[in-house]
């Protein structure tokens, strides 16, 4: 089982409106409403690789009863119908998600991701989240700690709600280390800086959060700093070129084979759990990026935001390049 | 009792941002949640006037049990403290406002204003609302007609959710004329179109929603012409310009003492209140108005958006200019 933290968890609903105009009134012509937050992206995109996964973190209110229907819903059901024997390998069946969220007083935050139907573009509006008291914060690592022991990796995700202490994902990362469950730490800025010193086995940063980490934008130097902070394993996600990783094992970049345009929601999320499943199967460096890679670049292609579209990804996953850096090299 | 009808009630969300930029993502820094739809908001400031309001309409899913649970917190209880004796006027307590709504099966929409901090500009987003079932409409008419037994007045107010045929609002007009119930109707388009030709006691369409009627702009034909398609009387709402009523006792036309600068939202709603509860007092036209003019305007003027400002309206009240049209000048 793989473990997926959201302390910040969100109902998230998508609008379509033809245009987005400041200052202007708009009837939603289209909308849908999905259960949010990092940690449960990465956990959709587990389950359908076929990976059982236990969700943890904070959900209240009538937004987080809202979520856990939702949640409860998952995996989606439209299995795909029968095929022709022989033609196709058989497709992954998708793998339950376990919801062990802890229920707090406040009203569980909403993301508003309004679509431009003209142009595709995206406007992001989000709540802040619940005030999370000592008490549910105690509850959370109670819970976390329980979970550890049936958990073959732990992925820690997103921003933190108000109330919760700044270093609260680096006492969480001690914890798996303790319980020896690898780590991965998927956050931004001080959170991620006091995450970084307790040493978790891997962090996936962007290119704005490596460089408002270690003040530098040149990938290399950026993510060799970043892992001098603490980190076992830095895996920079470069957008469209694709993922540099930094390991104990070695460093290897890797890039998908064209360019592609589309909807970058959630791609880092589907890099997550290319990483982390990847690390549970025991695959080599060069197969979980291959796969990370594949699943975000398959995100993008994804007409819904946040899903990756399969075939894509089929179609992808032995294309990607990747490239060892030589020690000369490094 | 005076009856509202809001067909596509709302749970009303404002979202306080910075700045308001397209294709960028924004933190929420404030944010608030209210009971909304227009008929809602009319019973709101009726029960600041003293007046007992029944509101019905839909409500259902998790977001009409989240409308419900606000709306069963009305009216606000923050009473007036203590006062030195014999110094002002005794407050008007305000009155009970009951939950009549029919439970459908849709989810209630919400809505959303952004606003934008540094400039008070407003960008809405409106939800479609829930499909309603033919038996849920037939529920609805069932409840009405109940509740007219009971009402001295009755205000149909704002849009029709999907499935409601675009001809409802002429047949609760027609149902509250049967019932001797004045009615005053406050929609636009086909339903408010449609609604006229069951000869309503009172329309008050603003200046868009009486051009897009009778295709002029010009206030006094347009607000004539208007009332030549049906309504008994029409009180076109012209923004800043205050008030022009065209009714069967005469043509009045009543401004706020000067423009105010502030947020529109709510005032048409603070209007229907001030003339319904004008006519269920056998106030005269020309206090009516007074009142309607008075009330929009310190909506306008109030901090938060849809509600009035008590000091202002007391304030504007004896202010509103009201000026009758001679014959000659008919």
């Not at 473990?3 to 202007?24: I, K, Q, R």
């Not at 958990?151 to 969480?172: K, N």
């Not at 959060?209 to 993510?223: C, K």
């Not at 990804?313 to 390049?321: F, K, S």
């Amino acid at each position: 089982m793989i473990l997926t933290v959201t302390l910040n968890t969100a109902l998230d609903l998508t609008y379509g409106v033809p245009e987005l105009v400041p200052h202007a009134s708009h009837r939603v012509s289209e909308m849908s409403e999905r259960p949010g937050g990092k940690g449960l992206n990465v956990a959709r995109v587990l389950s359908a690789l076929g990976h059982e996964t236990v969700v943890t973190g904070f959900a209240g209110g009538s937004t987080g009863t809202v979520l856990r229907e939702l949640l409860a819903g998952l995996p989606a059901t439209d299995a795909p119908g029968p095929e022709a024997p022989g033609t196709t390998p058989a497709p992954i069946a998708p793998a339950p998600v376990t919801d062990a969220l802890v229920t707090v007083a406040g009203n569980t935050r909403r993301t508003i991701a309004v679509v431009d139907r003209a142009t595709g573009d995206t406007t992001q509006l989000n709540e802040p989240g619940p005030l999370v008291t000592a008490d549910e914060w105690a509850a959370l690592l109670g819970r976390y700690e329980e979970l550890l022991t049936g958990a073959d990796a732990v992925a820690l995700c997103g921003s933190l709600p108000p109330g919760i202490h700044v270093g609260a994902y680096a006492e969480l990362v001690r914890a798996a280390r303790a319980a020896g469950v690898p780590v991965l730490l998927d956050t931004s800025g001080e959170p991620l800086r006091r995450g970084i010193a307790a040493r978790p086995d891997l962090i996936k940063p962007n290119a704005d959060e490596l460089a408002q980490l270690t003040g530098s934008r040149e990938p290399m130097r950026a993510t060799r700093d970043a892992r001098r902070r603490g980190a076992h394993g830095v895996i920079a996600s470069l957008g469209p070129d694709g993922m540099l990783a930094v390991t104990p094992d070695g460093i290897w970049q890797a890039a998908p084979p064209a360019r592609v345009l589309g909807n970058p929601t959630g791609a880092g999320d589907s890099a997550v759990a290319g990483l982390l499943s990847g690390l549970v199967e025991g695959l080599s460096w060069p197969d979980r990026l291959r796969r990370a890679v594949a699943l975000s670049t398959a995100t993008v292609l994804s007409p819904t935001a946040g899903d990756f579209d399969r075939a894509a990804y089929e179609e992808l996953l032995p294309r990607v390049g990747v490239e060892e850096h030589t020690p000369a090299a490094r």
